[in-house]
């Protein structure tokens, strides 16, 4: 059975709050007992260093342990930094330092999202008298160069990592026992729910959740979405939203429903198939296939609409939206014991701004449901 970690959220809290705990008292923690707010229980954080800075501030120091998930920021250091704030109104004041990655669709705000900023806040308000105010700068030493491995910069975050996530626990999200785990929620889930939205990673759940669709509805799928879509019918789940970033969802379209990347990819083949299906010239279409990412041919994609007045992104990825629903459709039933698929599936694509891309008819349809 795989070991489950934490996420880097939790540590750079447990760090913050090792650091104020050192203002306050002058003396360091070894341990510090977090809050994970979601799941509600508490994690025993250990400490690696604390030292005070000068009189106001003070920094202590913590190390990723995502379990056994393949993660690349294991036993990366955490710092935080935290200094009394008399200055401004808000109790407590979240910056990223250096290693946190800044969100180039946000005028470079850095990449510290909503699960990461309610933790920490939480967490360290109720350590706060009333009237006190701090300023807490998370660093991540080795952020900048690890950012390289990651597919932040698909998401338009550079120059670091981000601190993402929705929830405190790290849990392994390719290996087989963790499908386990996954089906496991999405059976309590459909015992609640008859429409329920499939997200295959992080940023699908906090933008679902930040348009309003009921939390308790996403169901993590990591890259098992083709036996999630299978179970989902045999548990007479009636509607599924598929809600993804574009260059992982438009596999389906290619009948690639385990969509790790060391197993199959197909994505340039599946944009220039559909470009060429619409009639793009064949010179862009030689361009969306040699491009090096999903993204940098959507972006070729709406330079042609700038320059032809074409909506050629908007037609391509309409095209894709409605192959994913078919091709789902046939993958339920192609797997299913009946030979029929109860279960209607429509898709959302976005791009790595977070904006929505396309809706499928059926995607249109179920996020007016849901939202």
């Given at each position: 059975m795989?070991r489950?970690g934490?996420?880097?959220p939790v540590?750079a809290?447990?760090a913050a709050?090792?650091?104020?705990?050192w203002?306050?008292?002058?003396q360091?923690?070894?341990?510090?007992?977090?809050?994970?707010?979601?799941p509600?229980?508490?994690?025993?954080?250990?400490?690696e260093?604390v030292?005070?800075?000068s009189e106001?501030?003070?920094?202590?120091?913590?190390?990723?342990?995502?379990?056994d998930?393949l993660?690349?920021?294991?036993?990366?250091?955490?710092w935080?930094?935290?200094?009394w704030?008399?200055?401004d109104?808000?109790?407590?004041?979240?910056q990223?330092?250096?290693?946190i990655g800044k969100?180039?669709?946000?005028?470079?705000?850095?990449?510290?999202y909503s699960?990461?900023?309610k933790?920490?806040?939480e967490?360290?308000q109720?350590l706060?008298?009333?009237?006190e105010?701090i300023t807490v700068?998370?660093?991540?030493?080795?952020?900048?160069?690890l950012?390289?491995?990651?597919?932040?910069?698909?998401?338009?975050?550079?120059e670091g990592l981000?601190?993402?996530g929705?929830?405190?626990?790290?849990?392994p999200?390719s290996?087989p026992?963790?499908l386990?785990a996954?089906r496991s929620?999405?059976q309590?889930?459909?015992s609640?729910?008859?429409s329920l939205?499939?997200?295959?990673g992080e940023?699908?759940?906090?933008?679902?959740?930040?348009?309003g669709?009921?939390c308790?509805?996403l169901?993590k799928t990591?890259?098992?979405l083709g036996p999630?879509?299978v179970e989902?019918d045999?548990l007479?789940?009636?509607e599924?939203l598929?809600?993804?970033?574009?260059?992982k969802?438009?596999?389906?379209?290619g009948?690639?429903?385990h969509t790790?990347?060391?197993?199959?990819?197909?994505?340039?083949?599946?944009?220039?198939?559909h470009?060429a299906m619409?009639?793009?010239?064949?010179?862009?279409?030689?361009?969306?296939?040699?491009?090096?990412?999903a993204?940098?041919a959507?972006?070729?994609l709406?330079?042609?609409?700038y320059a032809t007045?074409?909506d050629?992104?908007?037609?391509?990825?309409?095209?894709?939206a409605e192959?994913?629903?078919?091709?789902?459709?046939?993958y339920?039933?192609?797997?299913?014991?009946?030979g029929?698929?109860?279960?209607?599936c429509g898709?959302?694509l976005?791009?790595?701004?977070?904006?929505?891309?396309?809706?499928s008819?059926?995607g249109c349809?179920?996020?007016?449901k849901?939202?």
């Amino acid at each position: 059975m795989s070991r489950s970690g934490y996420t880097l959220p939790v540590f750079a809290c447990a760090a913050a709050v090792a650091a104020l705990h050192w203002l306050r008292h002058r003396q360091p923690l070894t341990v510090t007992s977090i809050d994970l707010i979601s799941p509600s229980q508490l994690a025993e954080i250990p400490i690696e260093q604390v030292a005070g800075l000068s009189e106001n501030a003070a920094l202590a120091i913590t190390r990723s342990d995502p379990g056994d998930n393949l993660d690349l920021t294991r036993n990366t250091p955490i710092w935080a930094m935290v200094a009394w704030n008399e200055g401004d109104e808000e109790t407590v004041i979240i910056q990223g330092g250096e290693g946190i990655g800044k969100q180039l669709n946000g005028e470079g705000n850095a990449a510290i999202y909503s699960y990461a900023q309610k933790l920490l806040t939480e967490n360290l308000q109720r350590l706060l008298a009333p009237g006190e105010k701090i300023t807490v700068r998370i660093i991540l030493p080795e952020g900048r160069s690890l950012a390289v491995r990651t597919s932040n910069s698909a998401f338009g975050v550079v120059e670091g990592l981000s601190l993402l996530g929705t929830t405190g626990i790290s849990q392994p999200l390719s290996t087989p026992d963790q499908l386990t785990a996954f089906r496991s929620d999405l059976q309590a889930k459909a015992s609640r729910f008859e429409s329920l939205v499939f997200c295959i990673g992080e940023n699908g759940l906090d933008l679902a959740a930040k348009l309003g669709i009921n939390c308790q509805q996403l169901v993590k799928t990591a890259n098992w979405l083709g036996p999630l879509l299978v179970e989902a019918d045999i548990l007479g789940v009636k509607e599924i939203l598929l809600f993804g970033y574009h260059g992982k969802l438009m596999k389906l379209a290619g009948g690639i429903f385990h969509t790790h990347h060391h197993l199959a990819d197909g994505r340039r083949e599946i944009l220039a198939a559909h470009c060429a299906m619409l009639g793009l010239k064949s010179s862009d279409i030689e361009v969306v296939f040699h491009s090096p990412t999903a993204e940098s041919a959507l972006q070729h994609l709406r330079s042609l609409d700038y320059a032809t007045g074409c909506d050629w992104s908007k037609q391509v990825y309409s095209r894709i939206a409605e192959t994913i629903d078919a091709r789902s459709q046939e993958y339920i039933k192609s797997h299913s014991n009946r030979g029929t698929a109860t279960t209607v599936c429509g898709s959302v694509l976005f791009d790595r701004d977070r904006q929505i891309i396309v809706k499928s008819k059926t995607g249109c349809m179920l996020m007016g449901k849901l939202c």
